[in-house]
């Protein structure tokens, strides 16, 4: 990857830092560590992670050279109930940057997965510190799977997940990849600052793979079926189940039947 490259590419508050790895155990644990120490909007990006993390503890296989790994340091202010959004946010912009730098029809699987065919392209991780019911420090960790020949995932995945190159049959450059996501983030982000929910709920419904399917979601509280409705004004995941009753969802694993 093209570190000075990148940074030419950079417009916005995002990205105006850039600290770089060969290898990380994982770029949102680092990003922690020096988050006191740098400004709002810088980014760890490391070439491999030997200990990625994706939601719910899961491991994120994260192979050097193919792929994109970064975590982006955002003092939002906002209050801790909102915090799905942050989520929302950064999956809509993703989208919206590798629609434009691929030409796939990428969508959003709720809250997190960015997909391709009902296939895992990405996904988006965010480790959050609050005070007195504001976030005043959020930790966005972005993979996208770019390069990766996906014969080589581990048999566990290999079904489930895919890249830009499987695709499309093309070779992406990462830099610019990167640049793409990073330049939309400063975008979404400035509209998440001033709060502005029906433009950001917006744009993810249009992207969103989820609205209007049947689903299955595993909680805290147990597992349920039903469709998928709607997102609230936090981004919770509205389900109606196959009793009438509504339910919210703020977090779990959702999965499309």
Not at 60 to 74: D, K
Not at 109 to 131: A, S
Not at 148 to 157: G, I, L, N
Not at 206 to 227: D, H, I, K, M
Request: charged share 25%; aromatic share 4%.
């Amino acid at each position: 990857m093209n570190i000075d490259g990148l940074r030419s590419r950079i417009t916005g508050l995002i990205g105006r830092e850039i600290f770089y790895f060969d290898t990380v155990d994982s770029t949102n644990t680092t990003a922690s560590e020096i988050a006191a120490k740098t400004l709002e909007g810088a980014v760890v990006l490391a070439d491999s992670q030997g200990r990625g993390r994706g939601r719910l503890g899961r491991a994120w296989v994260s192979p050097p050279g193919v792929n994109l790994y970064m975590s982006i340091i955002l003092m939002p202010d906002i209050r801790s109930r909102d915090a799905t959004l942050i989520t929302i946010m950064s999956s809509v912009a993703c989208a919206t940057a590798l629609r434009r730098a691929s030409g796939l029809d990428i969508l959003i699987k709720w809250p997190n997965d960015l997909t391709v065919k009902r296939r895992k392209l990405g996904g988006i991780l965010t480790d959050l510190k609050t005070e007195e019911n504001k976030i005043s420090l959020a930790v966005l960790g972005i993979g996208i799977n770019v390069n990766a020949d996906v014969e080589r995932f581990p048999e566990d995945v290999k079904s489930i997940a895919t890249s830009l190159k499987h695709e499309s049959g093309s070779d992406y450059s990462r830099t610019e990849i990167a640049a793409e996501v990073l330049n939309e983030l400063d975008v979404w982000y400035k509209i998440l600052k001033t709060m502005d929910r029906d433009t950001l709920l917006s744009a993810w419904k249009q992207l969103s793979s989820t609205l209007g399917r049947e689903v299955s979601a595993v909680t805290s509280r147990g597992v349920f079926r039903g469709l998928a409705r709607d997102i609230d004004g936090e981004g919770l995941l509205i389900m109606e189940l196959p009793t009438g009753e509504i339910m919210k969802i703020s977090s779990g694993d959702v999965t499309l039947i």
